[in-house]
């Protein structure tokens, strides 16, 4: 078993100075120290031995080498070519890890799960890169691909924003996506001095388990989700404008008053204030 593990600033230091390594900012580069929060985050996403983990952006490896420790096997995605070899080096001693040198974005994470896991719910664990948190999700939900759950670390107010309801400020259409796939829940706050370099924002790990059953069933999702981008992308304005504004949506606008109607809210009412039922209510009365 690997003995040198990497959460501490000194191994930290140690590792990037030998391989020479600049941290990158364009790839939101904040690399965990203290082993203390890696092994929550790894106790939280509840790894077994029966479990594929994928990790998105394992840096130098600290958290990977705890989630070879305790999975089946794990797939880690990192995009900066320069850390490959250093995570050659520190995954050396494990032989369920396999190493991917890709843009998660590009990345058919249904082949992955198909490959490594037989098509089977796979895990997904990571400290996301803060610039991308957001389409990362957007992916790994609308792209059906089989996942049991994802724990990642984000940015506080991120984490805030996928748990709220309407009539607070944070409300907006990542909220109501998450909640439309998964039940969320912070575990954790992570302060900067947690990370090399610090960031100069406060983090929070979250867990969002898979519903077994949508709490909404609408007929058409994806239509469902088009009003829901489109009432926040003007949030200022009433739900009837903001629709009638939208290029991709294309009802009249007196469809578009008729649903409305028809779903049971008043003309003026604003997006910002429907729950997700309300949202599908509302697609159905299209
Ligand atoms: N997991 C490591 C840790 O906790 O110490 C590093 C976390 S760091 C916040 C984010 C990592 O994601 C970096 O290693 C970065 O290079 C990588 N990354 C950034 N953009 C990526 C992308 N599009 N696809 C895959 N990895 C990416």
């Not at 794990?74 to 494990?94: H, R, W």
């Not at 998450?178 to 992570?190: G, R």
């Not at 900067?192 to 069933?217: E, Q, W, Y």
């Amino acid at each position: 078993m690997q003995n040198n593990y990497l959460g501490n600033p000194k191994s930290t230091l140690e590792i990037i100075n030998k391989y020479d390594f600049m941290f990158q900012k364009k790839f939101g580069q904040n690399f965990l120290i203290d082993s203390n929060i890696v092994e929550k985050i790894v106790r939280e996403a509840n790894v077994t031995k029966e479990d594929m983990v994928l990790e998105i952006g394992p840096g130098i490896g600290t958290m990977t080498q705890y989630l070879c420790e305790a999975a089946k096997n794990v797939v880690v995605v990192e995009i900066d070519k320069n850390l490959i070899p250093i995570l050659g080096e520190t995954l050396a001693a494990y032989d369920n890890v396999t190493i991917i040198n890709e843009d998660i974005l590009k990345v058919d994470i249904n082949e992955l799960a198909e490959k490594y896991n037989g098509g089977r719910p796979i895990k997904v664990v990571a400290n996301l890169p803060y610039y991308i948190t957001t389409p990362i999700i957007m992916q790994l939900f609308e792209s059906n691909v089989p996942i049991d759950s994802i724990t990642i670390m984000v940015q506080k107010e991120v984490a805030d924003r996928m748990q709220v309801g309407p009539g607070t400020k944070d409300y907006g259409a990542l909220s109501l996506a998450v909640q439309y796939y998964a039940n969320p829940k912070i575990v954790l706050n992570v302060p900067p001095t947690c990370f090399m370099p610090k960031p100069n924002v406060g983090s929070a790990v979250i867990k969002l388990t898979r519903h077994t059953d949508n709490p909404v069933n609408p007929k058409d999702a994806k239509f469902m989700f088009k009003l829901i981008r489109a009432a926040f992308n003007q949030r200022r304005k009433t739900l009837m404008n903001a629709l009638n504004n939208a290029p991709d949506i294309n009802y009249s606008k007196e469809q578009i008053a008729n649903a409305i109607k028809t779903a049971g809210f008043s003309e003026t009412i604003r997006g910002e204030a429907l729950t997700l039922e309300e949202f599908a209510r509302l697609s159905d009365a299209f």
